[in-house]
T-cell receptor, first 117, second 116 residues
Framework: AQTVTQSQPEMSVQEAETVTLSCTYD???????LFWYKQPPSRQMILVIR??????QNATENRFSVNFQKAAKSFSLKISDSQLGDAAMYFC??????????????FGKGTHLIIQP | DTGVSQDPRHKITKRGQNVTFRCDPI?????LYWYRQTLGQGPEFLTY????????KSRLLSDRFSAERPKGSFSTLEIQRTEQGDSAMYLC??????????????FGQGTRLTVV
């Protein structure tokens, strides 16, 4: 079974600074997806960024980018120019590539990101 | 399209009672997922439907839990004889796809269950 580990329960960053959230995972599969989801307080979870394991290039979405190290099974999220609206729980998640079944996401325990004004 | 909708948003029930939650996915999405999230934890996968077929159930889904998705549209999650340990946020998500890949999963706001 796959596992996802987020070793930082909480991170704090000054507004406009850069912060990196860590995630490691364990799997025996070679093809899979990795995600970062954001869950603001009392609001629904939304996708921040997605990475296909077969792609060597790191995904980027505006101020959000990942550092995907497949051999090390590491998938960190970098948030540049942090904004107050970035404050939320961030979850790293894994999904198998097989499709059709065993399709659910496996989540880490999350990192609470605090933005200091 | 208003996204994934869940009803009710909050439910307080007495131990031993049955509860049922509803999820309306994004209309064209054929895949639907249920997750459970307890305080301070990430969501845990419960079950997955592709159209009306329930293709996978987690070991977390005890015999007291049942999920349906008649006609491949909305889904219901029923918990019978609720226990205090069932208190959690129940999240529904939907996505579109056949075979590997597919779109991202879109989540609803969840149903927060409190068993007293």
């Amino acid at each position: 079974a796959q596992t996802v580990t987020q070793s930082q329960p909480e991170m704090s960053v000054q507004e406009a600074e850069t912060v990196t959230l860590s995630c490691t995972y364990d799997t025996s599969e070679s093809d899979y997806y990795l995600f970062w989801y954001k869950q603001p307080p009392s609001r629904q979870m939304i996708l921040v960024i997605r990475q296909e394991a077969y792609k060597q290039q790191n995904a980027t979405e505006n101020r959000f980018s990942v550092n995907f190290q497949k051999a090390a099974k590491s998938f960190s999220l970098k948030i540049s120019d942090s904004q107050l609206g970035d404050a939320a729980m961030y979850f790293c998640a894994y999904r198998t590539y097989s499709g059709g079944g065993a399709d659910g996401l496996t989540f880490g325990k999350g990192t609470h990101l605090i933005i200091q004004p | 399209d208003t996204g994934v909708s869940q009803d009710p948003r909050h439910k307080i029930t007495k131990r031993g009672q049955n509860v049922t939650f509803r999820c309306d996915p994004i209309s064209e999405h054929n895949r639907l997922y249920w997750y459970r999230q307890t305080l301070g934890q990430g969501p845990e996968f419960l079950t997955y439907f592709q159209n009306e077929a329930q293709l996978e159930k987690s070991r977390l889904l005890s015999d007291r839990f049942s999920a349906e998705r008649p006609k491949g549209s909305f889904s219901t999650l029923e918990i019978q004889r609720t226990e205090q340990g069932d208190s959690a946020m129940y999240l529904c998500a939907s996505s579109l796809g056949t075979g590997p890949g597919g779109t991202e999963a879109f989540f609803g706001q969840g149903t927060r269950l409190t068993v007293v």
